[in-house]
């Protein structure tokens, strides 16, 4: 039954109050622990495909009379094109198409970073259509860039208007206080670098427009270039049925999108632009620098009074502000908590979504803090944590829909003990320590998704829904659930994905939010089917539908009796059993939320600098598991990304000019094999009981939230040296040893006995 409701959707943190017509999901949920399929190990359905090269990604499509697009991109971090002059560029070899600033969305005359789109060139080979961007003629003025983020914020420069936030009495809190903690914490600029750089092929089928992409969001694409373009939405095809990483940087059309869309109505040809490495080091998005000024305030029994700071992102050109203090407002039970977060516009990249944005950022921050604070209270850090839990969300005072952050924390004590064996083994230069962070983040998905399945005679099912696998499974999960429903084997079901026109409406991969959204989508229109061929099974055996269940491929009543399901569905002969479904609304009243812990374990050169970290126990509580293989890799995934963002990710740019200096993986360094340490896979895995029929929660942004925090913490056990500035290079290693020795003398000098 249709129902009308409001309700609030949740991508990335960041809320809205939508209207939506929803329809009703009576299937309870199963329960906890693994079932005949779900929560059982899977290898991905697609895996073989993958390997041998069959998977049709966006850089496979080949059309006919396919061109090549180039892009004249600007060579200052801040400047005006006064003149451009495209005519010694049109007559170059090959060349068949050129647009300037003006002629599609986002290509604009003034450009506000190093590598924004000015022009564009379409050229039969993609040689020929770069050698032709040196034909451009160009008249550029250039401008003063603003390129540090306190300097914008100085002058009022933003992309949004600051946020504040404020409950109790933060201020009086501070002044009561027994212990007050404050630091600076400064993260760097990272590249998300997706082995499938940014690209679309563009074709026009009369007043229709194709787009193949590579993108996390093939719904947010449709959408944004029917605005951006002002067609009729239902004239836009988006296609992607494989593509090659995105972390968050893939959810929108992005200028190579419109360029070609423009380029293939010039020229009448479909039109490929795609980005080259360097390009995808300069206008693909990252995640943006933060400056955190950070307070807390606390008891001496360790109950943290009061949380307070100073947030600002530096977040390039353009784009939104994730919510660097999200995770203060929301880990800790804490009655007085102030903070302000300012968007500065500078001159550089605009940022994009990265792998739960703003929350990898301030949770560095805050779980360094509250260990500052529980070495100058001389407590535990898992007890100050254990001591502050909070059981309903602090920041609303709703209870969660499920919450086990304290079995997550249990589970860590194993790890956690074993911090005494690590530091005895420290010898020579080499000093061992272990370090633990916690974590918060969203995950409950929402609503609209929708799917449909299809059962034929041949006891196959089919599930249809235009939703994207972005490489982390959610293909095999999905058939999981449509088989555990269905009663089929996983090899029994298909599943139909990446189309527009071929399948429902379907969410975003992003924001932790596939999984938590699609799956009881999938499962109630498995349920729909289900119902179907046991009414028919109940005509076909003169049964009571409710005396018969679906299990292991078989038909079996409550007698003891059973038949192949094949038996009964093979009496369809051409006809279909068509079960649709949807997904409905998140509990209301209820905060959605995932929690986690990680214990990591490291060893620090204190002569060169070196970290290395040489094992992670990552803990963490998504509600229902439905691929313990796939979550694992997860896990793994999430912890190796930022073990690069800790210890050695970071884009350059020259303090002068505002160019980008690390244009490519030489000089960029992502962590490789030898960078991976021992990694601990654990889930709790217990369904949400108030979240939707399948308690499931999102893990694609939890394991990478704490790990930086986790391995500085690491580093302070070993070393007595703060961490306050990432990545934790040598240099920066180095620096935060000479200043805890520097603090350390200070001591001893303090407390040093007075000579006659």
């Not at 993108?215 to 049925?241: F, H, N, Y």
Request: hydrophobic share 40%; net charge negative; glycine share 10%.
């Amino acid at each position: 039954m249709a129902r009308l409701i409001r309700t609030e959707k949740e991508v990335e943190g960041r809320f809205e109050t939508i209207w939506l017509v929803v329809d009703e999901d009576s299937l309870d949920q199963w329960p906890s622990g693994p079932l005949d399929v779900v929560g059982r190990p899977a290898t991905r359905k697609s895996g073989r495909a993958r390997a041998r090269g069959e998977a049709i990604y966006t850089a496979d499509v080949r059309l006919p009379g396919m061109l090549s697009a180039a892009v004249l991109r600007s060579p200052y971090a801040h400047a005006r094109v006064r003149h451009i002059d495209l005519s010694r560029a049109l007559q170059a070899p090959g060349v068949r198409g050129a647009i300037g600033p003006g002629d599609a969305p986002e290509v604009e005359a003034l450009a506000g970073y190093h590598g924004a789109p000015v022009a564009a060139i379409a050229a039969d080979s993609e040689g020929q259509a770069r050698a032709a961007l040196k034909l451009i003629d160009v008249d550029w003025e250039v401008l003063e860039p603003v390129l540090d983020p306190d300097d914008a914020v100085r002058r009022g420069h933003f992309t949004s208007q600051p946020r504040h936030y404020e409950r109790g009495d933060f201020d009086a809190a501070v002044a009561e206080a027994d212990v007050v903690v404050e630091s600076e914490y400064r993260t760097q600029v990272v590249l998300h670098n997706s082995l499938e750089t940014h690209q679309s092929v563009c074709t026009w089928e009369g007043d229709t427009l194709v787009v193949y992409t590579s993108t996390q969001d093939i719904w947010g694409v449709r959408s944004g270039v029917a605005q951006a373009l002002g067609m009729p939405a239902d004239k836009i095809r988006v296609i992607c049925e494989y593509m090659g990483g995105g972390f968050g940087a893939k959810n929108d059309p992005g200028h190579y999108t419109f360029i070609a869309a423009e380029l293939a109505k010039r020229t009448g040809r479909p039109v490929r632009c795609a980005l080259s490495r360097r390009e995808e080091n300069l206008a693909a998005g990252n995640r943006n620098a933060t400056i955190q000024r950070l307070t807390v305030a606390a008891r001496r029994d360790g109950t943290i009074v009061a949380l307070g700071g100073e947030f600002v992102a530096a977040l390039g050109w353009d784009g939104w502000m994730a919510s660097t203090a999200g995770p203060m407002h929301g880990l800790y039970a804490c009655a007085n908590v102030k903070t302000v977060e300012y968007a500065a516009r500078v001159n550089t990249p605009p940022m994009a979504a990265f792998r739960a944005p703003g929350f990898v950022e301030g949770t560095f921050s805050l779980e360094c803090l509250i260990d500052e604070l529980a070495v100058k209270l001389q407590m535990d850090p898992l007890e100050i944590r254990r001591r502050n839990f909070s059981p309903a969300d602090p920041s609303t005072g709703t209870a969660y829909s499920s919450n086990n952050l304290m079995e997550c924390y249990a589970r860590a004590d194993k790890h956690w003990a074993r911090r005494h064996d690590v530091r005895a083994r420290s010898e020579g230069p080499w000093q061992r320590g272990v370090g633990m962070a916690s974590q918060i983040w969203y995950g409950g998905g929402g609503p609209p998704a929708y799917a449909w399945v299809r059962v034929g005679s041949d006891a196959r099912a089919t599930v249809v829904t235009a939703m994207q696998d972005i490489g982390t499974g959610t293909r095999t999960a999905m058939s999981q659930i449509a088989a555990e429903e269905l009663g089929l084997p996983l090899d029994s079901v298909d599943l139909v994905l990446g189309n527009t026109d071929r399948g429902p409406y379907a969410v975003a991969a992003a924001g932790s939010s596939t999984t938590p959204s699609m799956g009881p989508a999938i499962r109630a229109a498995a349920g729909d089917a289900r119902r179907q061929i046991l009414d028919i099974a109940a005509q076909r055996y003169e049964r009571e539908p409710d005396q018969l269940t679906l299990r292991g491929g078989r038909i079996e009543a409550a007698d003891g009796e059973s038949w192949p399901i094949g038996e009964v569905l093979g009496l369809l002969g051409n006809a279909q059993i068509l079960g649709k479904g949807a997904r409905g609304p998140n509990p209301t009243g209820m905060g959605v939320h995932t929690f986690g812990v990680q214990v990591a374990e490291v060893a620090v050169d204190i002569e060169t600098g070196e970290v290395r970290v040489e094992r992670l126990a990552a803990i963490h509580d998504v509600g229902r598991v439905i691929n313990p293989l796939g979550a694992s890799s997860q896990l793994e995934g999430g912890v190796i990304q930022g073990i690069g963002h800790t210890l050695s990710e970071e884009r350059l740019i020259d303090p002068a000019t505002g160019q980008i200096l690390t244009q490519t993986l030489d000089a960029y360094r992502m962590p490789t094999i030898a960078d991976v340490p021992e990694i601990i896979t654990e889930l709790v895995d217990v369904p949400d009981p108030n979240l939707t029929s399948l308690g499931a929660k999102g893990l694609g942004e939890p394991p990478i939230i704490p790990v930086a925090a986790a391995i500085a913490n690491a580093i302070r056990d070993a070393t007595g040296a703060d961490v306050h500035e990432l990545p934790l290079d040598r240099e920066e290693m180095l620096r935060a040893l000479r200043d805890a020795a520097d603090r350390r003398a200070a001591k001893e000098r303090h407390e040093a006995p007075a000579t006659v």
